[in-house]
Structures are given as structure tokens and as C-alpha cells.
């Protein structure tokens, strides 16, 4: 639990990641109460440093003895390190918001949207799970639809960006279009096949079943966080040469009728979203839109006529932002709103 202070003692765990800068820049912009930042990363980064608040502050080793004292720990150093080092920081007393996908399904770990359920919130052991970053910017925009007509059945499909995988995949999108444009060859070392001036429809393993984990994560992970089993997700993720910013097409078919305009009316007044839907203005999200800001951006809403209750919609935000650091730190903003 988190005790009330005035301030808290925050650690950064991934810090030098691609997810972790964001998480110490979201602490610094929102002006979050720290007393003090501790930064965490492997041997490869011993020696660096990361400003915040106009100060250097040094990278430290992880261990697992390291977290006596810390208030809250944000972890994003890949799932081998959550798994690992998450229940020691618990142990300590440390409240862990873990951005890997280890214990996201965890039925003792609540999987949280601040926008969609805080109330879980109140049940957490120590840690609490970000959920991936394509199924938070979808449940921020199906919540308020949910709530007001009950969703049977989503198809979504996702066009996400290379940043969700780090920072090599992004000096490889980046290489590779170079090369390309020079006319040399190039060799894929992160992705399977070329990313530069292509589209890959995997991300993650692929299982048995013919899906990929990601495509599984966005049907569980919906379920968990909305809290209903019923919702049924079917879903085909796609990476999309692109730097920063997550797609999505959306149709939903739900038990009551919701018209395009009522859709609009309900997500134009929803937390962590903007209505930017002007098709006569060729106006609809983008990810050179939402990259870099807060919210999701929810546009291209019409009916469905092919299904009785049906709408269609794209939505763009930022994976690392509301995918990954903002969401983890708006969990921290919470949990400390509900300290004693
Ligand atoms: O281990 P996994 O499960 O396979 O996952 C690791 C992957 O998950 C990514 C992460 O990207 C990495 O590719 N990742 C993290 N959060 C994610 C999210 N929300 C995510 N992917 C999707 N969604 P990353 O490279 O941007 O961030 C990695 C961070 O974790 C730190 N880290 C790694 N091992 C650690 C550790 N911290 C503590 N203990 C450990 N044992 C890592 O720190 C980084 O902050 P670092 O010091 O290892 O890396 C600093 C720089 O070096 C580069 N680098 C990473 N690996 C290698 C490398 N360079 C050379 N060789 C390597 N093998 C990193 O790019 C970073 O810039
Ligand atoms: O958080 O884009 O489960 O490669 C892991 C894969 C996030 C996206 C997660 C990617 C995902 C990431």
C-alpha cells in the first residue's frame, strides 16, 4: 500500500528504454510529488545519466535489495526482469507498476485503465499491471460505448509502430529506409522480414492457435479491464512502418442501437479522448497526430449497416505515452490520491 506523503521516493526500472525516458519525462511534465528518483537499468548502462527537474541523475544497477525505502517502482526492462525482480520490490514494500505483459493476467494482480477501472485499484497486493499498449487505447475509447449500449463483439485491427518494440527497432526502421534509398542491401535483425516501406501482420510470437500473442493480449486483456467476460475481441495486429503512434480499425456490433451521432455525443465528452472527426475537412486521427500528446484520438465514426447494431471507427494515440508511461504514471497519481 501506498502510505500518504507529500512527497514519494519513485523508481524508474528499464530506465534507459525507449518506454523508460518517456516514464521519467510523464513524471517530470506532470509534476508528480517526488522526493526523489532512482534510476535502474542493467551493466550496459552503468555511467549514464537521465535529467529530470534540471538534474543529472545517475543510473543504477538492479537488484533485488535495492528497494527498501522506494515508494513506487515503474518497471519497463521486459518481462524476464518483472517476473524476477517484481516480488522482491513487493516484498520491500514497494508498490510495482509493471508495464510487461508477466502479470497482467495474474488473477491476484489488478490489469488497470484509469479512464475505464480504478476501482481496481483497491484490491492490489504490491503489483499492478499496465496493460498493453494497443488494448488501452482501444478500451479508453469502447468504455463510454460499453456503458451506454453494451458491447457484444469487436473487430479491430492495428497498424503499430516500431517505438512499441524499443529502441533498436527503431534505429532498424530507420537504417533500413536509408539503405533502402541507397540502393543497399539490407539484412532484418529485429523483425522477421523488412520493415522500411512494408507492413508485417505479426507482432510477438505466434501460438498454436494461428493468432500472436499481441492478438491474444487484446482479447484477455479487454475482458479483464472492462470486467466482462462476454465482450467477445477478435483481433489482427500489424506493424506499420512508422516511428511513434498506434492505429486502429474498430467496428463494434452491440445489444443496443447507438447512431453515429449518439457514438460521437458519448466519446466527445469521455475522459482521454478527442472527437476528431471531420471526413468533408479530410479530418480523422493520425499517428504524426497523436505522437507525443495524451490523449486517444477517436474519428472516422459511422454505422454499420451490414450488422443490426453496428459502428466503425479509427482511433490513433500515442504506445508510448497512454500506451505504456502516461497510463503507468496516471496509476501512480491514483494510487497516491487514494493513500492514507
Ligand atoms: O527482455 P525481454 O522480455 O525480451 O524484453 C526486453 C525488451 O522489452 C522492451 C525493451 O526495449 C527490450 O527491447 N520493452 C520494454 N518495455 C516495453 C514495452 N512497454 C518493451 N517493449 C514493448 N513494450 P528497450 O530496449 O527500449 O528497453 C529495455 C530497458 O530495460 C533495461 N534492462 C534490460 N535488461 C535489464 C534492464 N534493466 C535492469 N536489469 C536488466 N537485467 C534496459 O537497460 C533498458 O532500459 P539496458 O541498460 O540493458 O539498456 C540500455 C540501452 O542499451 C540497449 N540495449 C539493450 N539490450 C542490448 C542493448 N545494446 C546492446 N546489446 C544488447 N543486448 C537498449 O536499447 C538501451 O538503449
Ligand atoms: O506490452 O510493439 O505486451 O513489439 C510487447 C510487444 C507491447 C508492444 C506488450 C511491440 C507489447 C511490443
Request: glycine letters at 6%.
Amino acid at each position: 500500500m501506498v502510505k500518504k506523503k507529500d512527497k514519494y521516493i519513485v523508481a524508474v526500472v528499464g530506465a534507459t528504454g525507449a518506454v523508460g525516458n518517456e516514464m521519467v519525462a510523464t513524471l517530470e511534465q506532470r509534476n508528480f510529488p517526488v522526493e526523489k528518483l532512482r534510476l535502474f537499468a542493467s551493466e550496459r548502462s552503468e555511467g549514464k545519466t537521465l535529467d529530470f527537474h534540471g538534474k543529472h541523475v545517475s543510473v543504477e544497477i538492479l537488484t533485488d535489495k535495492v528497494f527498501d525505502g522506494i515508494d513506487i517502482a515503474l518497471f519497463s526492462a521486459g518481462g524476464d526482469r518483472s517476473l524476477e525482480f517484481a516480488p522482491a520490490a513487493a516484498k520491500a514494500g514497494c508498490v510495482v507498476i509493471d508495464n510487461s505483459s508477466a502479470w497482467r493476467m495474474d488473477p491476484g494482480v489488478p490489469l488497470v485503465v484509469p479512464e475505464v477501472n480504478p476501482h481496481d485499484l483497491d484490491w492490489h497486493k504490491g503489483i499492478i499491471a499496465n496493460p498493453n499498449c494497443s488494448t488501452i487505447q482501444m478500451v479508453v475509447a469502447l468504455k463510454p460505448i460499453h456503458d451506454a449500449a453494451r458491447i457484444k463483439r469487436v473487430v479491430v485491427t492495428t497498424f503499430q509502430s516500431v517505438s512499441g518494440t524499443g529502441k533498436k527497432a527503431m534505429d532498424e526502421l530507420l537504417n533500413q529506409t536509408r539503405d533502402i534509398l541507397n540502393f543497399k542491401d539490407i539484412t532484418p535483425v529485429i523483425y522477421p522480414h523488412q520493415i522500411a516501406f512494408n507492413c508485417l501482420p505479426q507482432i510477438d510470437k505466434f501460438t498454436d492457435s494461428g493468432y500472436t500473442k499481441e492478438e491474444i493480449k487484446m482479447v484477455n486483456e479487454t475482458k479483464k479491464i472492462m470486467g466482462d467476460d462476454s465482450i467477445k475481441v477478435t483481433a489482427t495486429t500489424v506493424r506499420v512502418p512508422v516511428f511513434r503512434g498506434h492505429s486502429e480499425s474498430i467496428n463494434i456490433e452491440t445489444e443496443k442501437k447507438l447512431s453515429a451521432n449518439e457514438a460521437r455525443a458519448l466519446l466527445s465528452v469521455a475522459p482521454g479522448v478527442i472527437v476528431y472527426d471531420a471526413p468533408d475537412k479530410s479530418i480523422y486521427p493520425l499517428q504524426t497526430i497523436a505522437a507525443n500528446r495524451d490523449e486517444v484520438y477517436v474519428g472516422r465514426i459511422r454505422e454499420d449497416d451490414t450488422i443490426e447494431n453496428g459502428l466503425n471507427m479509427w482511433i490513433a494515440a500515442d504506445n508510448l505515452r497512454k500506451g505504456a508511461a502516461l497510463n503507468a504514471v496516471q496509476i501512480a497519481e491514483e494510487l497516491i490520491k487514494r493513500a492514507k
